[in-house]
């Protein structure tokens, strides 16, 4: 955003009043989606894309930035041209009492580039972009093995990142699932309403195929996907 990233602040005795208890509502959800496309879109041609006065457009925009909404804007960049063409996921089980150090060492490492606190077997995943496979096996064996809260590791490289969204809205979910994209209103309450009755369902794949082996009734986020030569014993059994 251009043009109102200037002229923040600015705007007489309404300005103060922008972003107290804001309230979501089709409009907001709509600005984020155009934002999403293109972060320096122009208050003029948000307006004409959101269908609203440029006036309502800079107001709806201020208020979204003043109450934490939109956090911060950012570039995003080619990896590949940059050098960093390797991405691998570490897994890390971090000892119990050691979860302050585990923290503080990790902000002492810029070639993170993001790090999770996980459920299931491991405790956190960190994601790390390299320059090739031996700077990842270099930091896994000569850094974290070194930091007394590590108390394991588990290194997954990913092959081919097929899909990254800068981010996610509830709208997404209602066109995923073949629902018209509902049109932009001022009513906050209505868009509470549809947003919190659609409930994404569940991925191909996820719900089916697991009544065979022991996959069957866990929740998700713990799958269990069994091999081929496993699969085939257990239907053996079963028949």
């Not at 911060?72 to 302050?100: K, N, P």
């Not at 108390?151 to 969204?165: G, M, N, S």
């Not at 509902?182 to 569940?202: V, Y």
Request: hydrophobic content about 40%; proline content about 4%.
């Amino acid at each position: 955003m251009t043009e109102t990233s200037s002229n923040s602040g600015s705007g007489g005795g309404a300005t103060g009043r922008i972003g107290i208890g804001l309230e979501m509502d089709a409009t907001h959800l709509k600005i984020l989606e155009v934002l999403r496309d293109n972060g320096r879109v122009s208050v003029s041609a948000l307006a004409e894309r959101v269908g609203i006065s440029r006036a309502n457009a800079y107001t709806r925009f201020e208020a979204l930035r003043a109450d934490g909404v939109i956090r911060r804007f950012t570039a995003e960049i080619d990896h590949q041209r940059t050098g960093l063409g390797i991405v691998a996921l570490i897994f890390v089980t971090v000892r119990q009492q050691m979860w302050r150090q585990f923290r503080a060492q990790l902000a002492q490492m810029p070639e993170v580039e993001y790090c999770a606190i996980t459920t299931g077997q491991h405790d956190a995943m960190i994601q790390v972009r390299m320059a090739d496979v031996a700077e990842v096996h270099a930091m896994v064996t000569e850094r974290l093995a070194n930091i007394p809260a590590v108390k394991a590791t588990e290194t997954v490289f990913i092959l081919d990142e097929v899909l990254r969204r800068p981010y996610v809205l509830p709208s997404d979910r209602d066109r995923g699932r073949g629902a018209p994209r509902r049109p932009a209103s001022s009513s906050g309450a209505s868009a509470s309403a549809s947003a919190s009755s659609s409930t994404p369902e569940p991925e191909q794949g996820q719900g089916q195929g697991q009544g065979q082996g022991q996959g069957q009734g866990l929740p998700l986020g713990k799958m269990r996907f069994v091999g081929a030569a496993e699969g085939r014993a257990a239907l053996r059994d079963a028949t």
